[in-house]
């Protein structure tokens, strides 16, 4: 969806900056989403050696 807005923004403007910015926010985003991602699975697994260990 940046990616688009982004495109357009330069389209419409000409400013290379504001297409850059705008990629670099949608590259920040998405680190985001994989760290999210992967904290969650390991939050999961750290359960599951839990609940093996209490059985």
Known sequence: MIKKIAW?????????NAFIELKQIEN???EME?????Y??????QNEESTKRDL
């Open 34 to 38: 994989d760290k999210t991602k992967n």
């Open 8 to 16: 357009e923004t330069f389209k419409n403007t000409g400013d290379i």
């Open 28 to 30: 920040i985003e998405k």
């Open 40 to 45: 969650e699975l390991n939050q999961n697994s």
